[in-house]
């Protein structure tokens, strides 16, 4: 850790030992990469970088002439880094799982309580871990969908409107897209999070991936639901749009933490991650997720029909 410049700060044990060589060397370090910065910008041309950008291809590919291709390529970057950062984050909550088996191991008291069934514990952890995961996971989603409503507000979507792309293409490939990669996003939260969990808990069980798995495609009628609501947004006016990410952070804080707030058993009812079963501490309900299952689907063809008939520039 010495040789990790982030790590400078709590190695000079403040308040401690109050080692200043550490801090000494942050502020050095900190003044060589700004004047390093102040050389670099100074030598630049205005509106270009100091490395030359690679030259792009004279052609484009088959896949990047279609809808489907172009859409992913101006999503690229936040799909990839958004599928790798969900990744990790349920690989660093997978790995807690350790503390708790050791803490109800090393606790009488507590292992008393759990006596019974063990998993208790284990399993409501789960469950609001994936709450965490899927709010993550799904605002890449609507990130990509909701590019389709800022390139048309900068009137640039016109220009391929009046080639031979329908706007049923255009619709239909954001769908495509956010479907996919929603449900990929929900996928990987799963896996990394019972692959972390099981390799850290004392007791490996491989079945606890698949129970994770499970959990994870529970919540798949959001990513349904979600979407949807932003495809319908997209033939109303921008700030709907925006509503549609504040009703998801709504619905993950009082979700989490309705406990810590005390909230009101009718509040919690308004979240929408409160209307699926909390896998794996509850059973699969099947009617709730055919119910939202529906109204998403509902939504995503009224969006398709209204979409037809918007007025775009």
């Known amino acids: 850790s010495k040789f990790n410049p982030l790590a400078w700060t709590y190695l000079s044990h403040p308040f401690y030992q109050n080692d200043w060589y550490y801090l000494i060397g942050s502020l050095i370090l900190t003044l060589v990469i700004f004047s390093i910065g102040l050389v ?26 279609t809808p489907l291709g172009f859409f992913f390529y101006l999503n690229r970057s936040t799909i990839i880094s958004w599928l790798l950062a969900d990744g990790v984050i349920a690989l660093m909550y997978g790995s807690i ?15 008393q ?20 995961t899927t709010a993550i996971g799904l605002v890449m989603p609507l990130v990509v969908v909701h590019k389709v409503q800022f390139e048309t507000n900068k009137e640039r979507l016109g220009y391929l409107l009046v080639q031979r792309v329908s706007r049923l293409k255009v619709y239909y490939s954001s769908l495509i897209l956010a479907l996919f990669f929603g449900t990929l996003a929900i996928l990987i939260n799963g896996f990394c999070l019972g ?28 990513v349904c639901l979600f979407v949807g609501l932003m495809l319908l947004s ?6 709907v749009g925006w509503l549609v990410y504040g009703l ?26 409160n209307v699926l079963a909390k896998m794996p501490m509850e059973k699969f309900d099947l009617m709730s997720f055919a119910i939202l299952t529906g109204i998403g689907i509902l939504a995503m063809l009224l969006g398709g029909i209204l979409y037809t008939r918007k007025e775009i520039v």
């Not at 799982?97 to 507590?110: P, Q």
């Not at 808990?201 to 994870?216: D, E, L």
């Not at 997209?234 to 700030?239: E, S």
């Not at 709504?250 to 009812?269: E, I, Q, R």
């Open 113 to 132: 309580m759990f006596a019974n069934n063990s998993t208790t514990l284990v399993n409501s952890f789960t469950s609001l871990i994936m709450v965490v």
């Open 234 to 239: 997209l033939n109303l006016p921008i700030f």
């Open 248 to 273: 998801l952070g709504y619905s993950f804080c009082v979700t989490y933490f309705a406990v810590l707030l005390d909230l009101p058993k009718w509040m919690m009812h308004t979240s929408l991650f």
């Open 40 to 65: 670099l910008e100074s030598s630049r041309d205005l509106g270009s970088s100091t490395i030359a950008p690679k030259k792009g291809k004279t052609k484009a590919s088959k896949w990047l002439a």
């Open 195 to 222: 692959i972390a969990a099981t390799s850290s808990m004392q007791a490996n069980n491989g079945k606890f991936i698949i129970t994770c798995i499970k959990a994870s495609l529970n919540q798949w009628p959001l």
């Open 97 to 111: 799982y350790g503390d708790i088996d050791t803490f109800v191991s090393s606790n009488k008291l507590i292992s």
